[in-house]
């Protein structure tokens, strides 16, 4: 079955950088887009990056460009999200997610918790 | 960036009830609409896509309507399992978007 498992999130100081990684398996990675969202404590989903299957296109949410970097290993199967000049509106849980045909997310992580914190 | 707009924020309702969300566009989005439930503590899963397809494995008594700017996400029949928060995302164009989410509480 499709698995998803993000690792990498942690406790980093205002200004540090930190890398997410995510770990897929149980399908064809190398076929499907790849989101982040996340989720601020007791907050609603923030949409926060996409790549294309073939890694060629990325987008990313204003709250992010500048600072954050999605790319993808297909040989490793696997996703990461480089996250730089982090703040505190950074803290929050960050979801690995696949896009299937259909305009739909069908798989998410169980996320990792980023915790920006002095 | 297009903004959706759920209503209402939170809804109180009881068990076997028939409960509506919307979900407002700020500008017309064709069908790029998925709907969400997300338990406390759990990912989100994909109940509706397409604005009106069901995810394969999702229970009928959720269905979604709407096209262009108004969607609504309707639960009929409610179940212990459905009290949730649901979100509705958009997919028309970049940057992606959420709706603020509906909490569902029991009555």
């Known amino acids: 079955q499709v698995q998803l498992v993000e690792s990498g999130g942690g406790v980093v100081q205002p200004g540090r950088s930190l890398r997410l990684s995510c770990a897929a398996s149980g399908f064809t990675f190398s076929s499907y887009p790849m989101h982040w969202v996340r989720q601020a404590p007791g907050k609603g989903l923030e949409w926060v990056t996409l790549i294309s299957f073939d890694g060629n296109n990325k987008y990313y949410a204003d709250s992010v460009k500048g600072r954050f970097t999605i790319s993808r290993d297909n040989s490793k199967n696997t996703l990461y999200l480089q996250m730089k000049n982090l703040g505190g509106d950074d803290t929050a849980v960050y979801y690995c997610?696949?896009?299937?045909?259909?305009?739909?997310?069908?798989?998410w992580g169980q996320g990792a918790l980023v915790s920006v914190s002095s | 960036a297009i903004q959706l707009t759920q209503s209402p924020s939170s809804l109180s309702a009881s068990v076997g009830d028939r409960v509506t969300i919307t979900c407002r566009a700020s500008q017309g989005i064709s069908s790029a609409l998925a709907w969400y439930q997300q338990k406390p503590g759990k990912p989100p899963e994909v109940l509706i896509y397409?604005?009106?397809s069901l995810e394969g494995g999702v229970s009928s008594r959720f269905s979604g309507s709407g096209y262009g700017t108004d969607f609504t996400l309707t639960i009929s029949g409610l179940q212990p399992e459905d009290f949730a928060t649901y979100y509705c995302?958009?997919?028309?164009?970049?940057?992606?978007?959420f709706g603020q989410g509906t909490r569902l509480e029991i009555k």
């Open positions: 995302q958009q997919f028309n164009s970049y940057p992606i978007t």
């Open positions: 397409d604005a009106t």
């Open positions: 997610v696949r896009e299937r045909s259909g305009w739909k997310l069908d798989s």
